[in-house]
């Protein structure tokens, strides 16, 4: 940002920057075939023996011989020496109760649990541990550690009780059992969604949303691609909904389903995606807030990402919205339905958008409905299967803006507005000729902006670009002392970035778009002048939503071809 410019937005805001941060992650091989890659010390394990936790028949049983000493299979991962991580394994109860997880080296290292109570036993002192009902009679045991110690191998063994000693040696007679599956190890101090691995270990990074200060500018990148598309200038928003990101709390609505909270990486690189988990019963399997709406158009928002199910459908939950149809592909990454949007923000996930007309006012919203194949919401459940959530936004106006993240209450996201005025505009404007080039992508889909305005602070006296797109145009106005002096509009605007000049001069205006020929007016006195605002006009009205890019100014009128060639 030039230093010459005032940036000020009272509150904080959300951008793409160029930050990333790691996703899903196992850094173990095949995490749920044990007979494979995984080293038995005094154990045999059987395939595919029993129905895992996601419906398949995969989960393995683990079995002592009879021998004494330990029973436990164990697999070497050196990528985390000397790191915060985690361990986890599904496991159910055989013939026996209890298994441990520890890593070598370090005799405080490990965890116990008990498969029948559903309990943590003896935990080392360098770790901790949780266990987690997952139905069925499985449960997903964690152990996290921060140890120094060069701990490489990660062990699963059969122990007697919860309160066994780590690497406990105890004599068996060989029927005792209990059945494992999806392993995983992980860099992090928190366990996160289970990722299966065969011949290759997973670890995946994703972009990551960021958070800009009270008036700090966004520089916004494309989440995907990294292209960096320019200054983020936004109206001001509210989003409706509370809880944004929190849809296991009560302000949400269950209806047939559940909530898995904190169970995958979200957009902003933490752990707290969502996972809505269908029940067992026929019929639909939704959340859903509502929020006090008047008459008028909005724009509801979500980030979702596959899981078991792929294919989210969004319906109004009662009479006062419009009837309309919105249906996402998380796969394929499409979206059908008049007024519905998917934009990736990598990593799998997408921001699902759809436009909505409230016809009366009163409490309403949308239900956020799982489909089994991307046609009807209607079906019968597993009671495991689910896609994730996260970042939801209810927000006035026909397009959507960047993400306003809420709790309790509803959060208003500030106007972005930036301007030079004083000495630092005075001191390279030319008042008798100059030319203006700008480059521009609208977010808007209905709604005219100034993307860059010259004026003395009032709409009497001022000149602008204007990235519009109703009917496809775009402008450029002046006016001198309340009175229009040119408006030249151009129309079939075709693509997402367009590049503007306007040259001006006394009786001299041409105005051009995308090295097209100018468009001109030979008879304009040209405004007095004090100041420009970036992104707005006049008193900062006719805001712009969308990002800038460039912004070019020449203390001299260019030739016509010069405004062509500056913006092909």
């Known amino acids: 940002m030039d230093p010459r410019i005032t940036f000020t937005r009272a509150s904080t805001a959300t951008y793409y920057g160029t930050q990333t941060a790691l996703a899903e992650q196992n850094l173990l091989l095949q995490s749920q075939n044990f007979t494979s890659n995984w080293i038995n010390s005094g154990t045999v394990e059987t395939a595919d023996t029993d129905v895992a936790p996601d419906g398949t028949t995969t989960a393995d049983t683990l079995a002592p011989t009879a021998t004494t000493g330990l029973h436990a299979i164990n697999q070497t991962n050196a990528s985390t020496i000397g790191t915060t991580r985690t361990f986890s394994l599904f496991a159910k109860k055989g013939t026996t109760d209890f298994v441990q997880l520890y890593f070598n080296a370090d005799a405080n290292v490990f965890a116990n649990f008990n498969l029948n109570a559903g309990t943590v036993g003896t935990v080392g002192s360098a770790s901790t541990a949780t266990i987690t009902s997952v139905g069925s009679g499985w449960y997903r045991c ?20 919860d309160t066994a000693a780590r690497a406990q040696s105890w004599t068996a007679l060989g029927t005792e059992t209990i059945l494992i599956w999806g392993a995983q190890l992980e860099q992090r101090s928190a366990v996160s969604n289970y990722t299966p691995t065969t011949t290759a270990t997973v670890t995946n990074y994703i972009p990551v949303l960021e958070t800009a200060a009270i008036n700090a500018p966004r520089f916004d990148y494309n989440p995907i691609t990294q292209a ?85 459908n969004v319906a109004r ?99 972005d507005a930036a301007s030079m005025t004083g000495t630092n505009f005075s001191s390279w404007y030319n008042a008798t000729e100059g030319t203006a080039y700008t480059e521009a992508a609208s977010l808007a889909t209905a709604y005219l902006g100034a993307i860059v305005g010259f004026s003395d602070g009032t709409l009497n006296n001022r000149f602008s670009i204007r990235g519009m797109t109703v009917s496809n145009q775009s402008t450029s106005l002046g006016v001198d002392s309340g009175v229009t002096q040119w408006s030249l509009i151009f129309s079939s605007q075709t693509t997402a970035a367009t590049k503007f000049a306007l040259g001006y001069k006394v ?39 969308g990002h800038i890019r460039q912004i070019v100014y020449y203390p001299r009128r260019l030739t016509n071809s010069d405004l062509q060639t500056i913006t092909a």
């Not at 964690?142 to 009780?161: F, Q, Y």
């Not at 939950?317 to 008049?338: P, R």
């Not at 090295?515 to 004090?530: H, Q, R």
């Open 142 to 161: 964690v152990m996290t550690t921060s140890s120094a110690t060069a701990n490489n191998v990660a062990l699963i063994a059969i122990i007697t009780s």
């Open 228 to 312: 960096a598309l320019g200054l983020l200038i936004e109206e001001q928003r509210t989003n409706l909904l509370t809880y944004s990101a929190q849809f296991d709390n009560a302000a949400w609505t269950k209806t047939r389903s559940s909530i898995t909270a904190n169970t995958i990486v979200a957009p902003d690189g933490t752990l707290t995606g969502d996972k809505l988990v269908e029940d067992t019963s026929t019929g639909t399997h939704l959340t859903s807030q509502n929020a006090s709406l008047t008459i008028g158009t909005y724009t509801y928002s979500v980030h979702a990402k596959a899981g078991e199910r792929s294919f989210l």
């Open 507 to 545: 009786d001299d205006i041409a105005f051009t778009r995308n090295a097209a020929t100018p468009l001109t007016d030979a008879s304009a006195l040209i405004p007095v002048v004090n100041q420009l605002r970036i992104g707005a006009e006049g008193t900062g009205t006719q805001g712009y939503n």
């Open 317 to 415: 939950n009662n009479g006062f919205i419009d009837t309309f149809s919105h249906s996402f592909d998380l796969t394929a990454g499409t979206a059908t339905g008049t007024g519905a949007t998917i934009v990736s923000v990598g990593n799998g996930w997408y921001r699902c958008v759809g436009t909505i007309v409230v016809n009366t006012t009163g409490s309403t919203g949308v239900n956020l409905q799982m489909s089994s194949s991307g046609g009807s919401s209607t079906y019968t459940g597993n009671g495991f299967s689910g896609l994730f959530l996260w970042g939801a936004q209810t927000e006035a106006g026909a397009f959507p803006t960047s993400y306003i993240p809420t709790v309790a209450s509803q959060v208003t996201r500030s106007a």
